[in-house]
C-alpha cells in the first residue's frame, strides 16, 4: 500500500469515535454521613447514617445517600459539605473524599452479576451514565441531637440498612472498610466526640467503627501511648462513683493524613 492509500491517524481517530456510545454522562457528588448513637433500649452507641427517600425514577420510592448533580460554582467538598447540611443542618467533624464510583451500570443487579461472575446487563443506547464522587463525613455526637427532621430522611443502623438506589449499598459498605482501617493508625475516632470526652466515651468510639469489644486497660495504654489526647485536669460532674477524668485532643495532630494533594498543598503554603 502506498502512503497515499493509507489511512491517516486523524481519520482512523474519527472512524473510532464513530463508533462510541454517546450515551450522556453526569458527575453527583455523594456524602456518606456517620454519626454515633444508641439504638432503642440499649446503652452503647453504634454507627448510623441519614438516608433519604427517592422521589422520582429510577429507584422511586427507596432510600439513598443524600447527594445531587454537581454543582458547577461550588467545589467537590463544597458540594459534599452542602449535601450534608441539607441533610442534616450540620457541620460535619471530618469531611475526606472517598471514591469515585463510576460502573457503566451501578445497579443492584449489576453489582450481583460481578459478585457471581455473570455477564453484566447491557446498558440501553439511551440511558445517563453518573458517575459519583462520592465523600464521608462525621458527626460529633453532641450535635446529632440537633439533626434536621423531615418525612423523607431518616437515620438508619448501619447494621440494618434496606436495599438502597443503585451501588448506595456498596458504597457504604465501602466507606465502612476505609473507617476501620484508618482508626488503626489515626485518630479519626476523635472526630465522632465533642470537644471533651472520657476515655470511656474514646473507647466506645473505637468499639463501635470496629465492631468489637476493647480490654479498657490495653486501650488505655495504647491511647497514652499515642499521645493524642490532653487531660484538661478536670472530671466529669454529678457521678456516684469516682468522676472520670476529661481530655481533649491534641490539636498538634492532625485527624488523618491529608493524602498526596493535602501533603502537597500544605507542604507549599507554610
Known amino acids: 500500500m502506498s502512503i497515499a492509500s493509507q489511512p491517516l491517524p486523524g481519520a482512523v481517530a474519527a ?19 456517620l454519626a454515633l448513637r444508641p439504638k432503642e433500649n440499649e446503652i452503647h452507641p ?31 467538598e463544597e458540594a459534599a459539605a452542602s449535601t450534608l447540611k441539607r441533610a442534616t443542618n450540620l457541620q460535619p467533624g471530618y469531611l475526606e473524599q472517598l471514591y469515585a464510583f463510576g460502573d457503566v451500570l451501578r445497579t443492584p443487579e449489576a453489582r450481583a452479576a460481578r459478585v457471581v461472575g455473570e455477564p453484566e446487563p447491557v446498558p440501553g443506547t439511551d440511558h445517563e ?58 485518630r479519626i475516632a476523635h472526630s465522632f466526640l465533642g470537644e471533651e470526652f472520657t476515655l470511656a466515651q474514646l473507647r466506645e468510639v473505637y468499639e463501635a467503627i ?21 487531660d484538661t485536669g478536670r472530671r466529669v460532674e454529678g457521678t456516684r462513683h469516682r468522676p472520670p477524668r476529661l481530655y481533649r485532643y491534641n490539636d498538634a495532630q492532625a485527624y488523618a493524613d491529608a493524602g498526596p494533594l493535602g501533603m502537597y498543598r500544605e507542604r507549599h503554603e507554610a
Open 15 to 33: 472512524e473510532e469515535h464513530n463508533d462510541v456510545d454517546h450515551t450522556s454522562v453526569s458527575l453527583a457528588v455523594s456524602t456518606v454521613i
Open 46 to 76: 453504634t454507627l448510623w447514617l441519614p438516608l433519604v427517600r427517592r422521589l422520582r425514577e429510577p429507584y422511586k420510592g427507596q432510600w439513598a445517600l443524600p447527594g445531587g448533580p454537581l454543582n458547577p460554582n461550588l467545589s467537590l
Open 129 to 186: 451514565r453518573v458517575v459519583s464522587v462520592v465523600y464521608w463525613a462525621s458527626i460529633p455526637a453532641t450535635e446529632v441531637a440537633n439533626t434536621r427532621v423531615h418525612e423523607n430522611i431518616r437515620w438508619f443502623p448501619v447494621d440494618e440498612l434496606p436495599e438502597l438506589a443503585f451501588d448506595h449499598n456498596e458504597i457504604i459498605e465501602y466507606a465502612l472498610y476505609r473507617l476501620q482501617n484508618k482508626v488503626e493508625y489515626s
Open 210 to 230: 470496629l465492631g468489637r469489644t476493647l480490654d479498657p486497660a490495653n486501650f488505655r495504654r495504647q491511647i497514652a501511648a499515642s499521645k493524642s489526647i490532653i
